[in-house]
């Protein structure tokens, strides 16, 4: 044998040992890294089971906050009910309130001409109609409900002249009437009971009744009432003889009627088929004054122009319980009516607004709150009016389907009334 494989030989029981020492250096290692993994896991099993106190702390200071955030949420929530509970019962209230006032204008009773025979010179004319009221209409008047009943105009009364003394004194329901007739959309004039004995009271009947309505919009003409009573100052110098002729009587009307046009309003003569007939000549005071019939017949027959007709004091109309007078005014359409108020300037170079030209937004309009109330414009030659500064409008025949009036007159620079047709759906 090679000694030098000899030599390389090894000894089987140190080779053993060898391979042994090596098996349970690695053994051991394995071990180590096992305890440690053990350690490693059972530390994080005691951190997930007992925390920090400082993460418990948070942790008690996010659930308290939690808590805090859902009891703002709760109030605030509260608060959004009660605003919802308080819009709907505002909301209630006002269905309530417009049922409450919807029911209030409906009335079955209607003005109407039924019964009544119009002149042949007013054929072509529409038919208006209105009320007129004093102190002895005592009971509440329901303003909207004389108009959804057919009324368009109201003669109120605002104040007279005692029949025994002659002391000028107010209307006991004047600014009353006026106020809820205006607000309800009437239009609106005013008359003084006369008893005067000549132009001078005459003249002193028309300031007092400047006086009352000069802080009123007043739509419709200024009367003078002259009529006779029966052992009043007026009949007892009439029965003394101190008033013999036609002319008497025109005179005083026609004094009030020239004060009246002078502040600018226009006028109009009440007296009844008596008073036209026996004392005045009607068919020449109708070339200057404007005449008011009164009347309790189905026909008028006045041989005279007149522009009103009281036909009934025996009336009902919605929205009173008791009687009232019952009118017509007749306005025929395209018809020029000359006015009599003062305006700006001399008459001769005021303009018509007969020459003026009506402009409606709409082909047709419906009713609103009861009413149809047109958009309109009224122009020249020069350009559009300015309305409330060259015309004032009014309206009439609103209060249903079919054919309403625009009702334009001239003031200012401007002058004279027309009447302009518009359809109602």
């Excluded at 025996?314 to 009599?340: C, I, L, N």
Aim: hydrophobic share 35%; net charge neutral.
């Amino acid at each position: 044998m090679d000694i030098l494989q000899i030599m390389k030989r090894e000894d089987p029981k140190k080779v053993s040992d060898k391979g042994r020492g090596s098996t349970d250096r690695k053994s051991r290692r394995t071990d180590a890294k096992r305890e440690k993994l053990r350690q490693q896991s059972i530390a994080r099993r005691t951190m997930s089971m007992d925390p920090p106190a400082g993460n418990g702390a948070e942790k008690k200071g996010r659930k308290a906050s939690r808590k805090s955030a859902g009891g703002s949420f709760v109030i605030k929530k509260w608060k959004v009910y009660l605003v919802l509970a308080v819009l709907v019962i505002a909301l209630a209230g006002y269905c309530g309130m417009q049922i409450k006032v919807y029911i209030s204008r409906i009335t079955d009773i209607k003005l109407t001409d039924e019964g009544y025979e119009h002149a042949k010179m007013f054929k072509k004319a529409e038919v208006i109609d209105g009320i007129d009221v004093s102190e002895h209409q005592d009971k509440e008047i329901k303003w909207e409900k004389v108009k959804t009943s057919g009324a368009d105009f109201v003669f109120i009364r605002a104040g007279y002249r005692t029949a025994d003394k002659g002391e000028l004194k107010t209307d006991a329901k004047f600014e009353e009437h006026i106020q809820d007739a205006e607000k309800a959309g009437l239009m609106v004039g005013a008359y003084i009971y006369s008893q005067a004995l000549d132009s001078k009271e005459a003249v002193e009947e028309a300031d007092y009744l400047l006086e009352l309505v000069k802080d009123y919009d007043i739509t419709m003409p200024l009367v003078i009432d002259y009529e006779l009573y029966d052992g009043g100052r007026l009949s007892d110098k009439i029965k003394a003889g101190e008033m013999p002729v036609a002319s008497s009587y025109h005179d005083v009307v026609q004094a009030f009627c020239s004060r009246v046009e002078e502040a600018g309003y226009e006028s109009a003569v009440y007296a009844n088929m008596d008073m036209l007939t026996n004392y005045m000549d009607a068919s020449l005071l109708d070339d200057s004054e404007n005449i008011w019939l009164a009347r309790y017949n189905s026909t008028a027959d006045l041989d005279a122009g007149y522009r009103f007709w009281q036909c009934s004091d025996s009336a009902r109309v919605g929205g009173y319980d008791g009687k009232v007078d019952h009118d017509f005014w007749y306005m025929e359409p395209g018809k020029v009516y000359q006015t009599r108020a003062a305006g700006k300037g001399k008459d001769k170079n005021r303009r018509s607004v007969g020459d003026c030209r009506v402009y409606f937004d709409k082909d047709s309009y419906k009713l609103k709150k009861f009413r149809a109330v047109p958009k309109l414009s009224v122009s020249d030659s020069d350009g559009p009016l300015r309305k409330n500064a060259d015309y004032v409008v009014s309206f009439a025949n609103n209060t249903g389907s079919g054919t309403g009036l625009a009702i334009i007159r001239g003031i200012g620079v401007y002058k004279d009334w027309i009447a302009v047709p518009f359809n109602i759906e």
